[in-house]
T-cell receptor, first 113, second 111 residues
Framework: DTEVTQTPKHLVMGMTNKKSLKCEQHMGHRAMYWYKQKAKKPPELMFVYSYEKLSINESVPSRFSPECPNSSLLNLHLHALQPEDSALYLC????????????FGDGTRLSIL | DQQVKQNSPSLSVQEGRISILNCDYTNSMFDYFLWYKKYPAEGPTFLISISSIKDKNEDGRFTVFLNKSAKHLSLHIVPSQPGDSAVYFCAASGLPYKYIFGTGTRLKVLA
């Protein structure tokens, strides 16, 4: 059982849709992360929140909009995505930043039509 | 430019034998290294880590070795079990919050 819960597990959307991915953890972790993973590639960091503040944005296009409403929740709002955005989106958390192991959710498999 | 490389995309090992997974990195600023295991349809699971001030860290059947001069780390699994069959990623960090992952090695442990 994963301690980081991601919903939905699968999402199919058109290029004009607006949808959101949700991530939740109740381990008291204060750093949360979004990664994107394409097939046969390593996870690539997108965003990092530390103590509910955006710490890192890896030059991600503005059609991806992260939000951290509280220390347990992390959202990724999606709008006007492109077919190349189809990928597995992984959420992770760690006790704090720096050299801490991350706990990953099982991901949301996103397909853009 | 891949800063963390796992040059073996796959590895097959007989049950009970040692599995050795390798990882090379190019950035000398990396000072913390981790190994993750990933089963299909699941997120990566943290296995073991090592700081650059050490050259070895052990946890049960898993041992990670770090050779800083060669910019190389390896994960040893002894004895290997069929349940260890998964994709293994190494990751490296040199800045707070930023982890760079390798491309992964698919391990198959044969019963």
């Amino acid at each position: 059982d994963t301690e980081v819960t991601q919903t939905p597990k699968h999402l199919v959307m058109g290029m004009t849709n607006k949808k959101s991915l949700k991530c939740e953890q109740h381990m008291g972790h204060r750093a949360m992360y979004w990664y994107k993973q394409k097939a046969k590639k390593p996870p690539e960091l997108m965003f990092v929140y530390s103590y509910e503040k955006l710490s890192i944005n890896e030059s991600v296009p503005s059609r991806f909009s992260p939000e951290c409403p509280n220390s347990s929740l992390l959202n990724l709002h999606l709008h006007a995505l492109q077919p190349e955005d189809s990928a597995l989106y992984l959420c992770a958390s760690s006790q704090r930043g720096g050299v801490q192991p991350q706990h990953f959710g099982d991901g949301t498999r996103l397909s853009i039509l | 430019d891949q800063q963390v490389k796992q040059n073996s995309p796959s590895l097959s090992v007989q049950e009970g034998r040692i599995s050795i997974l390798n990882c090379d990195y190019t950035n000398s600023m990396f000072d913390y290294f981790l190994w993750y295991k990933k089963y299909p349809a699941e997120g990566p699971t943290f296995l073991i880590s090592i700081s650059s001030i050490k050259d070895k860290n052990e946890d049960g059947r898993f041992t990670v070795f770090l050779n800083k001069s060669a910019k190389h780390l390896s994960l040893h699994i002894v004895p290997s079990q069929p349940g260890d069959s998964a994709v293994y990623f190494c990751a490296a960090s040199g800045l707070p919050y930023k982890y760079i992952f390798g491309t992964g090695t698919r391990l198959k442990v044969l019963a």
